[in-house]
């Protein structure tokens, strides 16, 4: 007869001994007495498969670890409790301690997360947001990785102690020292002690809620359902693994099956086996299933609430579900829960292949990872997410192929690289909520004040009021354009990182979405608030002005909104708050001089900068004007083009060192025209039908003529800084120079002039700006404008136009620069036919041809 499997024999009459890793009960028979037949062991229980080798060491049969006992070895003796390497250890006094404050240190979190846990996305940070995410996915990546220990591996050490450790976070009661504080510790009073652990939370919540209510004190339901769902969406592989524990079962020498957690039980045959089978399917109802359900309607409903005023009822209870992600990877939280279930159903498949079982999990975690990086909405938590990926699948699919060696020198060199594997995954995890922890803890206030703004109102006033502020104190300020790559991060940038939301209120700022949420933002968390009124067509809103600018936004303006808990009457709250707060008054007309004495006082009001310092940094500007270099003609009727203007103004005075002066009057243009050499032209919509323009134009070249005599050369740089301007096509060009140009406001003799004076200057290539772009682009712009006006090439003769005089020469190009200028207007092409003389102040008809 073989040696049954499990068993070491020698002998029939010799007693077999059992292997390491199983455990048997056999008795002598002797048969009829009289002869050999009959006689020899048989036995009570065939070799069983015990958890672990330690547990069932080799060894005499029914052979246990120190403090065990019973069948398969798979209960500790009473009063006692698991300890390492399989054996049991007699309870202690601090064995029964250590658990119980263990215990109401979680009553105490449960009671805590429940009344203070921040569902409102105006108020939670990206560094909580952060914090929290990488902590749950350090606590996902933990429960995977227990999930090992179902694996028919002798894991070496120091691996076999990682996994010893994380196995509480696996839902393992045992871990807490069950023995010495329960009376009976058997499998079905353990499993049965799992399963309603989660309506004790629950009760427990409702208790204190109660509790609050009755003392009339404010209850947060949203508060305690978000901290109920974020509980379960982190423990769902956990609790999924626990409450399918009846169905994995694994093969017997014998052909019997024993359940993997407790070898004791017979699988499908035995009325202890039967009954876990019915409180398993039960389970497996009320959470997986149930839990999976309800996540999914929820995504399901995700667009529609979103966009409604009573489906944000909904949303604030599922933040958990929702707010980790980025806006368009809302499903992404039921992605996650049907990979956990993945994993917790591989074991189960693959019982009786055992070493497919890592390699199949890995699959799972790499595919799952192909749909799902990159979804979070924090940068770490992203690139965390990702290591986590890598890692947990290199482990698990590393699995495999060392399940099947069974050299100890291999093994334990194995073994070690599957601790620096874990260990670095655990290491990732820990170092990112502890980076999430500084981020929360760090000094805030990185900026002393957020510009909100109408960009197509303010934009380019917006750019002003940074430079001015930033150029006469010390400052920090916060504009979108220069520190914003991720819009989802600009209500962060608010809540967290900011000292005074300065709010530049024209016409159609209140009317934008994101300035809304910007405002409310600030309301909802007291960062203080700066009204700052720059136009006189500027006013608050009523309620049904309130009502006609939510019908302005469209679905996803709303939905963007919402994603951030910030609903209409969150909107009409911040609006009436801030109508309330004392608002500074900044007139953007006035002079260079007065709005950057009106820009030092709000810088005053958002960090206490002294008024001695404010006159003295303003005195000097005005006292600037008097021996300017570089002069600035362009649209001053204006706010935005005179905002360009000005803009330009401090950064080349900043970037030269030499007095600049913005144009405004035609009397002070002749002047400055026999004084500066360095023109700067700024083109923006409609700005060739000013009066004003053209009449101060007129006088610079008048002004510059009267400098030496007939001819004078100018250096000018012609600045394309509006989308909306296009240029005149060539037959209009040729038209004006024919006919001459009649402009009201323009002196009737000045229009043949005018006409030459357009005409010679638009040949010129335009240099790009864009006042609505980022800090970088703006200062390489700008340095392409101090280029162009040292470059000869860029000079023409004033002193012919002053007088009416007019020659076709052509311009050169400087080829030893980046930006050469075309030698004619020729040398384009136009498609448009010529446009009718009356037509000729419609400028949206004219064609594009800058370069």
Not at 454 to 464: D, L, Q, S
Request: hydrophobic letters at 45%.
């Amino acid at each position: 007869v073989p040696c049954p499997g499990g068993l070491l024999c020698s002998g029939y009459e010799n007693a077999p001994r059992q292997e390491a890793g199983y455990w048997a009960s056999f008795v002598w028979e002797e048969g009829d007495g009289t002869t050999a037949a009959g006689r020899g062991w048989r036995a009570i229980d065939g070799a069983l498969r015990c958890r672990d080798r330690f547990e069932c060491p080799e060894g005499e049969l029914e052979t246990c670890a120190a403090g065990r006992d019973g069948r398969a070895c798979a209960e500790c003796r009473s009063g006692y409790t698991p300890w390492h390497s399989g054996m049991c250890n007699e309870c202690t006094v601090g064995d029964s301690v250590v658990p119980i404050l263990l215990l109401c240190a979680m009553a105490a979190g449960i009671i805590l997360g429940s009344l203070y846990l921040v569902v409102d996305q105006a108020r939670t940070s990206t560094a909580m947001i952060t914090t929290v995410v990488v902590a749950g996915q350090t606590l996902w990546a933990i429960q995977a990785l227990s999930s090992l220990a179902s694996m028919d591996f002798t894991f070496p050490e120091p691996f076999f102690w990682l996994l010893q450790v994380t196995s509480f976070l696996n839902l393992d009661l045992h871990m807490l020292n069950a023995g010495c504080i329960m009376s009976s510790t058997d499998t079905g009073s353990m499993f049965a002690a799992m399963l309603v652990a989660y309506p004790m939370v629950v009760a427990v919540v409702a208790i204190v809620m109660l509790v609050r209510k009755m003392l009339h004190k404010s209850v947060h339901f949203d508060r305690a359902l978000n901290f109920n769902g974020a509980l379960l969406s982190v423990l769902y592989l956990a609790l999924t693994a626990k409450v399918l524990e009846p169905f994995l079962c694994w093969p017997n020498p014998d052909g019997s099956k024993s359940m993997m957690n407790d070898p004791s039980i017979t699988c499908y045959d035995s009325d202890t086996h039967s009954t876990l089978v019915g409180l398993a399917i039960t389970g497996v109802i009320c959470y997986p299933i149930l839990i999976l359900s309800i996540c999914s309607w929820a995504t399901w409903n995700y667009p529609s609430w979103i966009i409604s005023e009573s489906g944000m009822v909904f949303f604030k209870s599922f933040v958990f579900l929702f707010g980790r992600y980025k806006r368009e990877h809302y499903w992404c939280g039921v992605a996650h829960m049907i990979r956990n279930a993945s994993l917790a159903l591989i074991p189960i498949a693959f019982a009786e292949i055992e070493w497919l079982q890592g390699p199949a999990m890995g699959a799972v975690v790499l595919f799952s990872s192909q749909f799902t990086s990159n979804v979070m909405r924090s940068d770490v938590a992203n690139i965390i997410d990702r290591a986590m990926y890598t890692l947990l699948a290199l482990l698990l699919i590393a699995m495999g192929p060392v399940a099947q060696i069974s050299e100890d020198d291999i093994q334990n060199r194995l073994g070690m690289l599957l601790f620096v594997v874990a260990s670095s995954l655990l290491l990732f995890g820990i170092g990112a909520v502890f980076f999430g922890i500084w981020q929360l803890v760090r000094p805030k206030n990185k900026y002393d004040a957020f510009l909100c703004h109408h960009k197509a109102g303010a934009g380019a006033f917006a750019r002003y009021v940074k430079i001015g502020m930033e150029a006469k104190t010390r400052l920090k300020i916060f504009l979108d354009s220069d520190n914003l790559q991720d819009v989802e991060k600009l209500f962060d940038y608010v809540r967290t990182e900011t000292r005074a939301l300065v709010v530049l209120l024209t016409p159609q700022v209140l009317r934008r979405p994101w300035c809304a949420g910007e405002i409310v933002t600030a309301t909802v968390t007291k960062v203080r608030k700066v009204p700052v009124i720059c136009d006189e067509a500027f006013s608050f809103p009523n309620m049904k002005d309130l009502e006609e600018f939510s019908g302005l936004w469209d679905e996803a303006e709303w939905e963007m909104l919402k994603r951030f808990g910030i609903t209409l009457t969150d909107i009409t709250a911040a609006y009436e708050d801030l109508e309330k707060t004392e608002a500074m008054r900044l007139n953007r007309s006035d002079s260079s001089s007065g709005q950057l004495e009106a820009v030092v006082r709000l810088a005053n009001l958002c960090s206490g900068i002294s008024s001695t310092e404010s006159s003295r940094q303003s005195m000097k500007n005005r006292n600037s004007a008097e021996s300017a270099a570089i002069i600035i003609t362009g649209n001053t009727e204006e706010y935005e083009p005179l905002a360009v203007c000005h803009i330009l103004q401090m950064l080349l005075m900043r970037d030269t060192m030499k007095e600049t002066m913005v144009i405004r009057d035609a009397e002070n243009a002749h002047l400055m025209g026999t004084i500066a050499k360095s023109w700067v032209v700024v083109l923006t919509k409609g700005v060739l039908w000013k009066p004003l323009f053209a009449n101060c134009l007129l006088e610079l070249c008048s002004g510059a003529a009267s400098r030496t005599g007939l001819r004078t050369t100018t250096s000018v740089a012609l600045v394309h800084a509006d989308p909306g301007f296009e240029f005149p096509d060539r037959s209009t060009l040729n038209r004006w120079e024919a006919e001459g140009l009649a402009l009201d406001g323009v002196d009737c003799s000045s229009w043949a002039r005018l006409a030459k004076t357009y005409t010679s200057i638009l040949r010129f290539i335009a240099i790009p700006m864009t006042p609505h772009g980022s800090d970088s682009v703006l200062q390489l712009q700008v340095q392409t404008i101090i280029k162009r006006l040292g470059i000869p090439a860029s000079n023409f003769d004033v002193g012919s136009l002053s007088h009416g005089e007019w020659d076709a020469k052509k311009f050169t190009a400087d080829t030893n620069g980046s930006d050469a200028m075309l030698t004619s207007r020729d040398e384009l092409e136009f498609d448009q036919a010529e446009i009718p003389l009356e037509d000729r102040c419609d400028v949206k008809s004219f064609p594009t041809v800058w370069a």
